[in-house]
C-alpha cells in the first residue's frame, strides 16, 4: 500500500495546520521572535536597583551593629571604671577603720573601761562609714 499526500492530508491536516501557525512568518520583527537578553530588561533594572538597596541595606545592619558594639564597650568601661573606684574606696575605708581599732587597741591597753569605750566608738565609726559608702550619709 502506498500512502500518498492526500492521506496524509486527510489525517492529519488539521495538525499540519495548527504546526504552520505557530511557525514565524517572515514578516515578524528580530525583536519579537529572539526576546531581548535579560540585562536590558526593566525587570532586569529593577532586580539591579534591588540588589544594590540590598548591599546598600547590608552596610547600614553593619555599621550599626559598630557603633552598638563600640556604645556598649564604653558603657562597659565606664561602668568597670566605677566599680574599680568603689573598690577602692571600700578598701581605703576599711584600712582606715582596720588602723583605727588598732589605734583604740594600743592607746586602751588593759585598761577594761578603755577598750569599751573604744569599740563604741569604733562601732560608731564603722556604721558612719558604712552608711557613708552606701550612700545614706546626712
Known sequence: MTVTQGDILAKHGKDIERWFDRVPERSQRVDDRYPQPPSLTKAAGRDRRNEGNYLADLREIARSIERDAAQTLRRYRQEVGELEADARLTTETLWQLHKVRLMSQALAGEDAELQSKGAI??????????????????
Open 121 to 138: 566608738l569604733n562601732d560608731d565609726l564603722f556604721h558612719r562609714c558604712r552608711a557613708r559608702l552606701l550612700g545614706f550619709d546626712d
